[in-house]
């Protein structure tokens, strides 16, 4: 398996936004091909926000790249984040 992890940093973050900005983002990755689940977390630094995404392959994932880095670029927008950062991982282990 392996894991995306999408950071949003530096956004002005409204309580109100982030709900339904979160789920038409998790509502579009739910219909990528090769997803098995994910998670939005919310980091301790403000204006923080994380996408961990699992695949079923590394083939898989890369094939959703395109699809993938237009979604949290928009949501950067939407918030007036200043940056978007991707880190691609294998899983070695689960608990």
């Known amino acids: 398996m392996y894991a995306r992890l999408t950071r949003i940093s530096g956004g002005q973050f409204d309580e109100d936004q982030v709900g339904p900005m979160t789920e038409a983002i998790m509502s579009q990755a739910r219909a990528m091909e090769g997803i098995r689940g994910g998670y939005w ?13 699992l695949w079923d392959s590394e083939q898989v994932m890369r094939a959703t790249e395109e699809q993938a880095a237009a979604l949290p670029e928009q949501a950067a927008q939407d918030v007036g984040s200043g940056q978007v950062t991707v ?5 070695i282990g689960q608990f």
């Not at 880190?87 to 899983?91: A, F, G, H, Q």
Request: hydrophobic fraction near 35%.
């Open 41 to 53: 977390l919310r980091s301790a630094d403000p204006g923080d926000l994380l996408a961990l995404t």
């Open 87 to 91: 880190d691609r991982c294998e899983t």
